[in-house]
């Protein structure tokens, strides 16, 4: 059943097309609450009984959103969550997948799909995730979203351009709300407030609105050379983006910051989660 609310919340800066603004933000009102798990889980380079019980131990939100999932996890992540709730698994990146997890009970599944490419603009090169979405209807209101996770390019800057601006264009054409998670390896730095050549083109043209955390907090620890410092701090490669009547739902992003989670060691993921809360105004 749709949950019925009071929320007071605090202005939330987003940034679309570039430009700053302020979300309205209603002192008070009676709204439906959708909350999303965004989490980069880290394949081969975590314990998946860690992770499994640290998914349920973030507490309950309507849809996880997961990526770099080895497949032979799928079955424990989504079961560690309960049995109302049901998993759509990617089948492109190999050992490196990505994953959705719905609170069946909550929402339908209407459709749910990959995308190796849309129109013109290549999603996958046949080595890399193809961005998967589900399209759901809230069963008590019959609204209508897609919530979409990514995992784009890390080697290849220019194929993940090319992924940004497809899902763009992806977005422009979509009739319904859009949320859009994951990790987008677009290396957002807090000191010159600049991501790489892919993060203008997802914004461009105010078609997704980036939901900024409401305090920027390094997601993701990197030590290749084993110094035991973050060889990029103050930087963000996980992100949260919504389009269509979604930029209208008050949404609210944070960083998932957990006692001790970095640095990181083998059984844990070297990202933070993300999570992001939504109001939904009655009758829309």
């Known amino acids: 059943m749709l949950r019925l609310i009071g929320w007071i919340f ?48 973030l507490g309950e939100h309507d849809i996880y959103c997961l990526s ?3 497949p032979k996890t799928f079955e424990q992540n989504a079961t560690s969550l309960g049995s109302k709730f049901m998993a759509i698994d990617g089948n492109t990146g190999r050992d490196d997948r990505l994953q959705i997890i719905f609170n069946k009970d909550r929402f339908e599944l ?7 490419e849309y129109r013109e603009y290549v999603l996958n090169n046949g080595m890399h995730r193809s961005p998967l ?17 990514n995992h784009l390019a890390r080697g290849n800057a220019e194929l993940r351009t090319k992924q940004a601006i497809g899902l763009r264009e992806w977005a422009r054409d979509q ?12 290396d957002f730095d807090f000191r010159t407030e600049r ?18 955390p409401v305090e920027l907090i390094d997601t993701n620890w990197a030590d290749p050379d084993g110094d035991g410092k973050d060889n990029y701090p103050d930087s963000m490669l996980d992100f949260a983006f919504v389009s269509g009547p979604a930029k209208d739902w008050n949404p609210v ?21 993300l999570e992001m809360k939504l109001t939904i105004p009655l009758g829309r």
């Open 110 to 116: 209407l459709e749910q799909k990959e995308l190796m």
């Open 68 to 70: 770099e999932v080895d």
């Open 195 to 212: 991501g790489n050549e892919a993060f203008p083109e997802i914004i461009r043209d105010n078609i997704f609105t980036w939901v900024r």
């Open 253 to 273: 992003c944070k960083v998932v910051v957990r006692e001790g989670d970095f640095p990181d060691d083998k059984t844990t993921s070297d990202h933070r989660p």
């Open 10 to 57: 605090a202005a939330a800066t987003v940034v679309t097309g570039g430009n700053l603004g302020i979300a309205q933000q209603p002192l008070e009102t009676t709204s439906g609450t959708l909350s999303v798990i965004a989490w980069n889980v880290e394949s081969g380079g975590s314990d998946p009984a860690v992770i499994a019980k640290q998914l349920k131990d």
């Open 133 to 149: 979405y589900a399209r759901l209807k809230d069963k008590a209101t019959g609204l209508q979203f897609i919530v979409m996770v």
């Open 175 to 186: 009739s319904v709300a859009v949320i859009n998670v994951g990790d987008f390896n677009m």
